[in-house]
């Protein structure tokens, strides 16, 4: 069965600070594999996603995420944080063929100003 | 472009109540789905349309949730009899069927059984 771990419930880091999320993923095949943010009363909004080719992959505001075959990885990185980067950040896996998504359970990023 | 409405944006009701939600998609988006998503989760998938066909339902779904899309624009979301495990976040999302993996997220109805 698909599923998908984010080992880090909640991180607080420096505005300024690099930043990285972990995901890990369960899946039979190759997976398509996506990061959304979540900022409060908002909807979920599509930061980057992961189909094939590169396995560095660059998405919105910034945000960059690599896929790692042998790790089972998607891991989450930003060089510089900014205070609007506070958010909930949820990974996902889903079949390439299917609609059934598996998310995450998200991690909270907290920004120090 | 609007985005993804979702409406109310938050429910109360008693235990035992009917309540429906509604969802309107970005318009020239055939595929809408439903998702739940409780405290401190992820959202689980519920169930998706392509224009008016309900195509695939999780066995999260049960007897007591019906969704329509009669149209095949707007969609509801019932659920009969309330209980206070049906308390969460329900979102709705709609594609393209071209490009179903980017799915775009309204801002969800919250809804709490008392």
């Known amino acids: 069965a698909q599923s998908v771990t984010q080992p880090d419930i909640h991180i607080t880091v420096s505005e300024g600070a690099s930043l990285e999320l972990r995901c890990n993923y369960s899946y039979g095949a190759t997976p398509y594999l996506f990061w959304y943010v979540q900022s409060p009363g908002q909807g979920l909004q599509l930061l980057l996603k992961y189909f094939s080719g590169d396995t560095l992959v660059q998405g919105i505001k910034g945000f960059e995420a690599e896929f790692k075959r042998s790790q089972s990885s998607f891991n989450l990185r930003k060089p510089s944080v900014h205070w609007s980067d506070a958010a909930e950040y949820f990974c996902?896996?889903?079949?390439?063929?299917?609609?059934?998504?598996?998310f995450g359970p998200g991690t909270r990023l907290s920004v120090l100003p | 472009d609007t985005g993804v409405s979702q409406n109310p944006r938050h429910k109360i009701t008693k235990r035992g109540q009917n309540v429906t939600f509604r969802c309107d998609p970005i318009s020239e988006h055939n595929r809408l789905y439903w998702y739940r998503q409780t405290l401190g989760q992820g959202p689980e998938f519920l169930t998706y349309?392509?224009?008016?066909?309900?195509?695939?339902k999780s066995r999260l779904l049960s007897d007591r949730f019906s969704a329509e899309r009669p149209k095949g624009s707007f969609s509801t979301l019932e659920i009969q009899r309330t209980e206070q495990g049906d308390s969460a976040m329900y979102l709705c999302?709609?594609?393209?069927?071209?490009?179903?993996?980017?799915?775009?997220f309204g801002p969800g109805t919250r809804l709490t059984v008392l």
């Open positions: 996902a896996v889903g079949p390439p063929y299917g609609q059934n998504f598996v």
């Open positions: 349309f392509q224009n008016e066909a309900q195509l695939e």
């Open positions: 999302a709609s594609s393209l069927a071209a490009h179903y993996n980017e799915q775009f």
